[in-house]
């Protein structure tokens, strides 16, 4: 019989060797080094390879609590976790690990690239928003709008024209919930003095919640323009370093 020791080397040796194992997957039954018994066999485990330190501990804390009799060790730069006990124990170990191999977003601020799309050109706008965190860009101009006079001088109301983006980002798992409101408001044209009246702005909007997986574009919808052209709008999510 292996001591612990040794026990722990050979699964270590076992897991390194089969490393390239891809997400949520698992090795063939084989006899177990730790054990004489020929009911009792081997499996290893692999979480994703985007699971965090803490997430790969809990899984292991959680199976050894299940599985009070069965004989669990890990290798944490694998993700890799080994099981040895009877074919039941294993075939629940492998429903808990894949119950629980959805590792939460680790990053705690996001590059968010929104891509505005018409007519075979594009321009973009960068956001940087925390993890639970909200975010607002504004690109355009301040228009100043009389609002009342009184004795002579003019009140006024200033009014952002152009591209107003307002965002907030939530965790989702391993992806991100997003809900976005994008809108672009045009500047009026100017009036003759002699015209009466409040000037009007030219508005489109679009407000949209989307699941957004890092480093994947994904198209939000169109924006209809005052001028009839239609503009995709697409985002991409990208963790800050």
């Not at 897991?15 to 081997?42: I, K, N």
């Not at 809900?179 to 003759?192: H, I």
Request: net charge negative; hydrophobic share 35%; aromatic share 6%.
């Amino acid at each position: 019989m292996l001591t612990s020791r040794s026990w722990i080397f050979a699964f270590t040796a076992l897991a390194l060797l089969a490393g390239s194992a891809s997400a949520q997957t698992a090795t063939q039954d084989v006899p177990c080094p730790d054990s004489r018994d020929p009911g009792v066999v081997y499996r290893t485990f692999y979480l994703s390879p985007s699971s965090t330190l803490n997430h790969f501990t809990e899984v292991q804390t959680v199976l050894r609590n299940m599985l009070e009799h069965a004989r669990i060790d890990g290798v944490s730069m694998e993700r890799a976790i080994g099981v040895c006990g009877t074919p039941a124990e294993l075939d629940l170990a492998q429903r808990i690990v894949s119950d629980m191999d959805h590792p939460e977003i680790a990053e705690t601020s996001w590059r968010l690239t929104y891509t505005f799309t018409h007519a075979g050109t594009s321009h973009t706008a960068v956001l940087l928003v925390a993890l639970d965190g909200d975010g607002t860009l504004k690109q355009g101009s301040r228009v100043p709008i009389i609002t009342s006079t009184s004795n002579g001088s003019d009140q006024f109301q200033y009014i952002d024209t152009g591209l107003n983006i307002s965002v907030h980002v939530e965790p989702a798992g391993e992806i991100l919930r997003l809900t976005t409101e994008v809108e672009r408001l045009e500047t009026p044209e100017q009036k003759p003095a002699s015209s009466t009246g409040d000037p009007v702005f030219g508005a489109t909007e679009l407000k949209t919640t989307a699941i957004v997986a890092p480093g994947k574009p994904v198209v939000l919808g169109t924006l209809n323009l005052p001028n009839g052209v239609q503009e995709q709008v697409s985002v991409t999510a990208e963790p800050v370093p």
